[in-house]
């Protein structure tokens, strides 16, 4: 790769003033939605709406000082499911149940296979050319795409028993699984790239998931809790760097980390550390968006793994609830993080997006840009200024 090049995935890879992608569904979309699924709205009806309110969007965005803009993931009913969904060869089916979030358990939609996985053809294609020719004319704007990691597809196929046997009938092993997923998430990508995408993002719960000692248990193994962890975790670092080894010079792959964001509920706890070595010191991404706002991600000690590349988005301020930070804490607990990873390394953000799904979390419009205020007012107070 040319020096140039790493440089500019550097650059892009993250913004000083930041935020995870998803942001909370306008009225007119949410009502067009609902009478797209009673039948009484078309598809193409449907598109309209979602084209006029992810242009709002993107303007408010850029007026509030956002320089890596998406489309807020208008056009999903879940940050993951319904890209999942768009794969060949994987259905979207009702689950045994919903995830069980802290007093409330979501719908029980999920994905299945049922058949051999591809990523020809996937509808996130043309999703990112409608925002990449919204901002073409922008010089100092980028497009991000989100998107789940091949690491999220997995846990989702062996989150039930109902799963499991699904996919075993196209492969029988992680093995087969794994190069079947790898591929497909190559496949989109790559079509993806082809089309102007520089910049994307791999939402994951995994390592929130892997980080709490409860998950041996989710996933009924009865094996020692460590032994369990470092097994599965390898094999989400290898779904991961498998899918980013051999990317464009000039594609940075970043990745956002949480413990669950559903109707400002959380479904997972436990320090970075339980993951180190594997998220921070063994993925091959260009940035970490990692979740901060509440002790149930620990302290910053094993930031101290993160490469000296590499960027920090440290999501100190949280999407679940209005009441503001106080910019002084902030602030000290940036400083702080400091003492692990280059002050120039650092950037800030929610610790995830506002709309993980369609539901929202229990705060206003109105509120999610007093957050975005916010973070622009430390960021200037810290570093002087938004580069």
Known sequence: MCQGCQNKVVERAAYRVDHVGSFLRPKELVEAREKFSKGELSQEELTKVEDKVITELVEKQIANGLKGVTDGEFRRAYWHLDFFWGLNGVEHVQGEKGYPFKGIETKPDT????????????????????????????????????????????????????????YE????????????????????????????????????????????????????????????????????????????????????????????????????????????????????????????????????????????????????????????????????????ASEYVPLENIYLSTQCGFASTEEGNVITEEDQWKKIALIKEIVEEVWGSEE
């Open 111 to 166: 994905a299945k296979v049922s058949g051999k996985i591809s990523g020809e053809n996937h509808p996130f294609v043309e999703h990112y050319k409608f925002l990449r020719d919204l901002v073409a004319d922008k010089k100092d704007v980028t497009v991000k795409l989100t998107i789940p990691s091949p690491s999220q597809l997995y846990f989702e196929l062996i989150r039930t028993e109902d799963h499991i046997k699904g």
């Open 169 to 336: 009938k196209f492969y029988p092993t992680f093995e087969e699984l794994k190069a079947a997923i790898v591929a497909a998430y190559k496949q989109v990508i790559a079509d993806l790239y082809k089309e102007g995408l520089r910049v994307l993002q791999f939402d994951d719960c995994t390592w929130g998931a892997l980080a709490d000692d409860g998950f041996a248990n989710r996933f009924r193994d009865a094996r020692p809790l460590e032994e369990v962890r470092r097994e599965y975790a390898a094999r989400c670092l290898a779904l991961n760097n498998e899918t980013i080894e051999g990317k464009p010079g000039d594609l940075a792959i970043n990745t956002h980390v949480c413990r669950g964001n559903f109707a400002s509920k959380w479904i997972s706890q436990g320090g970075y550390q339980n993951v180190e070595d594997e998220l921070l010191a063994g993925e091959n991404v260009d940035a970490y968006y990692l979740e901060y706002d509440t002790d149930r991600a620990g302290d910053f000690k094993p930031l101290a793994k993160v490469g000296k590349d590499k960027k920090v988005v440290l999501g100190l301020i949280t999407s679940k609830f209005a009441d503001l930070e106080d910019k002084e804490e902030v602030i000290a607990r940036i400083k702080e």
